[in-house]
């Protein structure tokens, strides 16, 4: 009956009605309650610093009060505040990923990037998969150049949020880097699947196939990048870039310094548009607009090593010897302050807490000029030690100086805390570094964020050659070994090592790794050029190919014409021989080697009467202007010998031969004047000397050929050791010890020699560096 009574449908109109009135009644309430959260967050969010400063006093609990405050502290530049506010809110509610990424952000900003590291740290332990934290975790390591651990989170990001594009380009660009250009360009293709319209994307996709040597793809993407991005200057370099490492003719540089002008167009001060510009002009051997932006390019970057290092180029091919040294003198020195500088940041990475290390690199920067990264870390010693009267005081001097710079903004936001990646004194390997787009920041780190990145060849090729040009030549090998291990067409990076290995005797090795940088760089005439004083007399018909080319590219190089010629003469090829020593003097007019070689030429072919007169001007002309140079006077003993007067000419040879014993024709020459004069005891001496030296260089050069058929054999490597002792190159002669005891460890005899020229040379105090030599041996043995 009840159950039939409350059915029933008089009731249940009633109740219906019941029902509208109190929906009619809560509607409000509910509205109210409903839209209340999003009313105090508008109200926060427009709240003044004095209100919320208020509120927060009368909510200490409220986060969100804290979280706001944050916010306005940030936007006034107060990032100490901003930083207790964050994590204030951060503290009460565990929860909020927005608050506690803006803690390690301001963390950041004021230099406490260890706090804002376990900041992330401690909110991933909790929230494992938030995206943001690992993305944000990732900048950090890379800013801090822990790019293997930035990898690591950035993989981690793209696991807990597979459609974030930017993520994806972050796991390529540290791919690229790593060494891992297979990933990179998956990762890049994801990005660009993700958002095909974002420029960074393609530009980011276009280096990872110019990576893996897809030329033709990576000008699809920089192509693509530039119709989407017209106004973005690094888009248009990007595309001038590639265009001029792929360019073979006039016509394809002119297309890539096109883009690159469009660059610059868009951005006056671009450094790396004009660095390209003016290598795209040397391209070409147009030396005077090379040179012309070159010198500009370095009134714009005076700390840039590598505009000094091309600059340097350009004056050493237009024959401004004094500025071509000054030039390699500043790539030196910058070099050397980039590698400083690194040092004492992975000092600082190691031992967070040393102020001393902070302080030193500090002092470092400003007095190179780096101020915006010495007030950093000046700031940096500030947030850990507030009365430190020294840092205070240097930095308040720093700051009324420079007042006008600011300091980079150090903030976990993709904008500010991509690191880009540089360029050391080579060529254009900079592929990541203007995909970001923060071109300042990159400009500022040109040097010190590839000397940074220890997984990639080219990073390896740039901290090596910094080494080299600071002097530490094994630290250098190592280094640059690895790189070439890593890359074997990097032509610089082979190229100082050839120039190592020709140092220490092995001109063999010298010319296989030049062989390669040809190869790698087949328009680059110093490199024939090297080449060619590598195969030297081992080799005379294909040292006359690598001379030949080296003068076919730059024709006007008085030097290349000079060993050509000599190198034409060895074989036999008269006519081209004269030719290119005339030419050679007509360049150099005042050149004492291009004299006395043309000088000496003339008495060796064909000498009639016209000709050793003519010999005569040019080697009195050379004399006056270099008096103490032994082929001259070889050269005037000859002429005396030839015009009869043996007593004139033996007071030359006897000159050449006290400054230099272990020339072999000069010892003969000697002999024919003793015997002239009647002499003949000396004669069979100065004879006897000349025949020797002669056997050892015949047997030198058969015992090398031979290791070239047999390198494992360790006889031949003992026999070389001794040829090589006997000359006096010590430092090749332990390195042939060496490889013989590589190959037949158990050798009594290779080790008691070796033993024993060691120590005379430590007597001496001539002992080379064996860890250098060392390193040699394997790196040889390696290739092998």
């Not at 951060?90 to 909020?96: C, G, I, S, T």
């Not at 080494?467 to 090998?477: F, I, M, R, T, Y």
């Not at 050269?635 to 400054?659: C, H, I, P």
Request: charged residues 25%; contains cysteine.
């Amino acid at each position: 009956m009840v159950l039939r009574l409350l059915t029933s449908r008089p009731d249940r109109r009633a109740l219906g009605r019941l029902e509208i009135a109190v929906f009619i009644v809560l509607l409000p309430l509910a509205v109210y309650l409903w839209s209340a959260p999003g009313l105090a967050e508008r109200a926060l969010s427009r709240a003044s610093l004095r209100d919320l400063i208020r509120t927060s006093q009368q909510q200490p609990d409220n986060p969100r009060v804290f979280y706001y405050l944050g916010l306005r502290y940030q936007q006034l530049g107060d990032m100490e505040q901003a930083n207790a506010a964050f994590s204030r809110a951060a503290q009460l509610r565990v929860d909020d990923e927005k608050s506690w990424l803006a803690w390690a952000e301001t963390s950041a900003s004021i230099g406490k990037d260890e706090d804002a590291l376990q900041i992330l740290k401690m909110f991933l332990q909790t929230h494992p998969r938030s995206a943001p934290a690992h993305y944000a975790l990732a900048q950090l390591y890379q800013q801090n150049g822990a790019y293997k651990r930035a990898l690591e989170e950035a993989r981690a990001a793209t696991q807990a949020n597979a459609q974030d594009p930017d993520v994806w380009r972050m796991v390529g660009e540290e791919a690229l880097r790593a060494g891992v250009p297979e990933e990179a360009e998956s990762a890049l293709r994801r990005a660009v699947e993700l958002r095909p319209a974002d420029w960074r994307n393609q530009t980011g996709l276009g280096n990872a196939l110019v990576e893996r040597k897809q030329s033709e793809a990576a000008l699809v993407c920089f192509r693509e990048a530039v119709r989407l991005a017209p106004q973005e200057a690094v888009a248009h370099l990007c595309l001038g870039r590639a265009l001029l490492m792929a360019a073979h003719s006039d016509s394809e540089v002119e297309a890539a310094r096109q883009s690159l002008l469009q660059a610059l167009a868009l951005q006056p001060e671009m450094v790396p548009a004009y660095l390209l510009l003016g290598q795209s002009y040397a391209r070409q051997q147009r030396w005077p607009e090379a040179r012309r932006i070159l010198e500009q390019t370095e009134r714009l970057a005076p700390r840039e090593a590598d505009v000094a290092f091309a600059l340097s180029g350009v004056y050493r091919h237009t024959g401004d010897t004094a500025r071509a040294r000054q030039e390699a003198r500043r790539f030196q020195l910058l070099s050397t302050y980039a590698l400083q500088k690194y040092d004492l940041i992975v000092r600082v990475q190691h031992l967070p807490n040393d102020l001393g290390i902070r302080l030193e690199l500090a002092r470092l920067c400003k007095a190179h000029g780096d101020y915006s990264d010495a007030r950093y870390y000046y700031r940096s010693i500030l947030a850990r030690a507030p009365n430190s009267a020294t840092a205070q005081r240097e930095l308040a001097a720093l700051e009324a100086q420079y007042a006008q710079e600011s300091h980079p903004a150090r903030l976990l936001s993709s904008a500010s805390m991509t690191p880009m990646p540089s360029v050391t004194a080579l060529l254009q390997d900079a592929d990541n570094l203007f995909a970001q787009g923060d071109l300042e920041a990159a400009k500022k780190a040109y040097l010190g964020v590839l000397t940074r990145d220890r997984h990639s060849a080219r990073a390896y090729q740039g901290v090596g050659l910094i080494l080299n040009a600071q002097g530490k030549v094994e630290d250098a090998l190592l280094f640059l070994e690895h790189a070439t291990r890593l890359a074997p067409d990097l032509p610089q990076a082979q190229y100082t090592l050839a120039q190592r290995y020709r140092e220490a005797g092995f001109a063999d090795e010298a010319a296989r790794r030049m062989n390669l940088v040809v190869r790698a760089a087949p328009d680059n005439a110093a490199y024939w050029y090297e080449l060619g004083m590598d195969y030297g007399d081992a080799d005379s018909a294909k040292a006359e190919q690598a001379y030949q080319r080296a003068v076919t590219l730059v024709p006007e190089n008085a030097a290349y014409r000079l060993d050509l010629a000599d190198r034409q003469t060895d074989n036999s090829r008269f006519a081209d021989a004269e030719a290119n020593y005339r030419r050679a003097v007509a360049l150099a007019p005042d050149n004492a080697d291009a004299l006395s070689r043309l000088g000496g030429f003339l008495l060796s072919v064909r000498p009639t009467k016209a000709r050793q007169q003519e010999a005569r001007r040019l080697l009195e002309r050379a004399e006056a202007l270099a008096p103490s140079n032994e082929y001259v006077w070889y050269s005037l003993g000859r002429l005396a010998m030839q015009e009869g007067n043996a007593k004139q000419a033996v007071a030359y040879f006897e000159r050449v031969v006290a400054q230099y014993p272990d020339i072999a024709d000069a010892w003969y020459a000697l002999s024919r004047a003793y015997w002239r004069l009647g002499l003949s005891a000396r004669a069979e001496q100065a004879d006897a000397r000349s025949r020797q030296l002669r056997r050892d260089y015949l047997e030198r050069v058969h015992t090398q050929e031979l290791i070239r058929l047999r390198p494992e054999d360790p006889a031949l490597h003992l026999k070389l050791a001794h040829l090589c002792a006997k000359k006096g190159e010590n430092a090749k002669a332990i390195l042939e010890y060496r490889l013989c005891l590589q190959y037949a460890p158990q050798n009594q005899a290779a080790h008691q020699e070796l033993t024993a020229l060691m120590a005379a040379l430590k007597a001496r105090r001539q002992l080379p560096s064996l860890s250098l030599l060392s390193n040699m041996v394997t790196a040889m043995a390696h290739a092998r």
